[in-house]
């Protein structure tokens, strides 16, 4: 946790959610800072099964931290490919989920590939969505197309 001030009270600095459901289980991990040992955290807990990583953020996030992150997951051993979304509450919406799905297509994402939410998009961690993937492409983030276009 997070040192409490008078001002603020103690802040958590990981949370675990269990998620359960008919076909099984997994757990959202939210953690501040855990984008500086992502890839690590990847390969020990998933080794060397899912090949590509498909992180989804927005361009605001995305300024700050997708290079950090793209590196980190790279240096692990995945492919990454950067989904930008755009930013707002009005986006978040099942035809942007149909784009960042139709983006996974492309890239021939697979089960066994993973699937990143960067930031506040929170909704993507759904299982619905491919949570892996095989095949990936560098270029495809040195050059990241915007899920929406």
């Known amino acids: 946790?997070?040192?409490?001030?008078?001002?603020?009270?103690?802040?958590?600095?990981?949370?675990?959610?269990?998620?359960?459901?008919?076909?099984?289980?997994?757990?959202?991990?939210?953690e501040t800072g855990r984008y500086r040992s992502l890839g690590e955290t990847l390969h020990q807990t998933f080794g060397s099964r899912p090949r590509a990583v498909v992180i989804v953020s927005n361009p605001r996030v995305a300024r700050h931290y997708a290079s950090a992150v793209v590196?980190?997951?790279?240096?692990?051993?995945?492919?990454?490919?950067?989904?930008?979304?755009?930013?707002?509450?009005?986006?978040?919406?099942?035809?942007?989920?149909?784009?960042?799905?139709?983006?996974?297509?492309?890239?021939?994402?697979?089960r066994r590939d993973l699937l990143v939410a960067l930031g506040a998009v929170s909704w993507a961690t759904s299982p619905a969505l491919p949570q892996r993937r095989t095949c990936a492409d560098w270029r495809s983030f040195s050059s990241p197309q915007p899920c929406w276009q």
Do not use: N, S
């Open 1 to 30: 946790m997070a040192e409490a001030t008078d001002r603020h009270p103690p802040v958590p600095t990981a949370v675990t959610v269990p998620v359960t459901h008919t076909g099984g289980q997994y757990a959202i991990r939210i």
């Open 71 to 110: 590196e980190r997951v790279a240096a692990a051993g995945f492919h990454p490919h950067l989904c930008l979304i755009p930013d707002g509450e009005r986006y978040k919406t099942l035809r942007t989920v149909a784009r960042i799905w139709d983006f996974c297509v492309a890239r021939r994402i697979e």
